[in-house]
């Protein structure tokens, strides 16, 4: 069974920044795309930024130039770094990993963004 856990939520004020963490039970080399979603409340679920196992990354924009998704494939991680946070990134954070056969998403950490 395939697991993934986040870390590294919590609450922040407007322009602070935090490191999300997603680490796996088996190597990252398993899985071809790994990403980071959110969801807010009362909103659907958004793609926040993925990275390929070649390198490509892709971003929303609404975090593009404040976000930055990295992979360790030593440590079998996944970050997310984010900076000068605001308000609307408030949401849970989830990691996801796409795998040859499956989809895996982690259990969320909440990000909340408020002074």
Known sequence: QVQLVESGGGLVQPGGSLRLSCAASLSIFSFSNMGWYRQA???????????????????????????????DNAKDTVYLQMNSLKPEDTAVYYCRAIGVF????????QVTVSS
Not at 44 to 70: M, N
Not at 102 to 109: D, K, N, V
């Open 102 to 109: 499956s989809t895996y998403w982690g259990q969320g950490t």
């Open 41 to 71: 409340p009362g909103k659907e679920r958004e793609l926040v930024a993925s990275a390929t196992s070649g390198g490509t990354t892709t971003y929303a924009d609404s975090v593009k130039d404040r976000f930055t998704i990295s992979r």
